[in-house]
C-alpha cells in the first residue's frame, strides 16, 4: 500500500470516528433533553431561583436610576451561576440511578461524547432561563440598551457556555464525594471567575454603551476554546476514576 492510499485510508478512519463521536453526542443530549421534558426540575428550579434574586434587588434600589445599567449584569450572570448549581449537579444524579453510569463506562461510545452531550443539554436549560429572564429584567429594571444591542447575542452564549461545561465537568468531579453539593461552588467559583469578569464587563458595556465589549467577548472565546479542550481530554479520567 502506497503511502497516498495509508493517508487517504486514515483519513477515512478519521471521519468515520468523527461522525461516531457527534452521533453519540446527540444520543446524549437527546436524552437528557427527553428526561428534563419530562420532569422540568433544572429548568424550573434555576427561573424560580432567578426570579426571586429579580424580584430582591429590584426592591432594594431605584429601578429607574443610571445606577441599574452598571449593576445589573453582574445580577444576571450571578443569579446564573448560583442558580446552575443544584441543575448541574441533578442532571449527574440522573446517571447514578440504575447504575447507568456504571454502564456507559463499560460502553464503548467515548467519554467525551457524554461529557459535551450533558453540557450542550445544561446549555440549552439555561438559555431558555435566560430567554424567559431577558425581558422581566427590562421591565424590572428599565433597562434601555445604549450600546450595540446585537452584542448580547454573543455574550449570553459565549457566557453560559463558559459556565455549563466548567459546571458540567466538576459537577461529575464531584460524583464520588460525600458533600457534592458543597464541593460544586467551592471549585466552580474560582476557577469562572474570569469568564465571570469578561461576562459582566461586556454585558455593562452593551448596556451602557460607554465602552467596547470585543475585548471581553474575545476573553470570553479564548476562555471557551482552553476550558472546553481541557475538559475534553480530562473526561475520561474523571468517569473512569474510582
Known amino acids: 500500500m502506497s503511502y497516498i492510499d495509508r493517508a487517504l485510508a486514515d483519513m477515512r478512519n478519521d471521519l468515520h470516528n468523527l461522525q461516531v463521536f457527534f452521533r453519540d453526542t446527540f444520543h446524549h443530549f437527546r436524552k437528557d433533553v427527553r428526561l428534563e421534558w419530562r420532569s422540568r426540575d433544572s429548568i424550573v428550579g434555576m427561573l424560580f431561583f432567578t426570579l426571586l434574586v429579580l424580584v430582591i434587588f429590584s426592591l432594594s434600589f431605584d429601578p429607574t436610576s443610571d445606577v441599574s445599567r452598571q449593576i445589573v449584569g453582574g445580577i444576571l450572570w450571578v443569579s446564573l451561576l448560583f442558580a446552575s448549581f443544584t441543575s448541574l449537579n ?38 431558555i432561563v435566560e430567554a424567559f429572564l431577558s425581558p422581566l429584567f427590562i421591565i424590572f429594571y428599565n433597562l434601555h440598551v445604549l450600546g450595540q444591542a446585537w452584542k448580547l447575542a454573543l455574550v449570553m452564549p459565549l457566557g453560559t457556555w463558559a ?18 453539593e458543597l464541593l460544586l461552588p467551592l471549585i466552580l467559583v474560582p476557577v469562572s471567575l474570569p469568564a465571570l469578569l469578561g461576562m459582566m464587563m461586556a454585558t455593562t458595556a452593551i448596556l451602557t454603551g460607554e465602552s467596547s465589549p470585543d475585548l471581553w467577548i474575545r476573553l470570553l472565546v479564548a476562555y471557551n476554546i482552553a476550558f472546553t479542550i481541557v475538559c475534553l481530554l480530562l473526561f475520561d479520567t474523571v468517569l473512569s476514576a474510582e
Open 163 to 180: 459556565l455549563v461545561c466548567n459546571g458540567t465537568f466538576f459537577a461529575a468531579m464531584g460524583l464520588r464525594t460525600r458533600n457534592r
Open 90 to 127: 441533578g442532571s449527574w444524579t440522573r446517571e447514578q440511578r440504575n447504575r447507568v453510569l456504571e454502564a456507559q463506562r463499560m460502553a464503548p461510545s467515548p467519554p467525551a461524547a457524554l461529557f459535551l452531550g450533558k453540557a450542550l443539554a445544561n446549555l440549552l436549560f439555561t438559555l
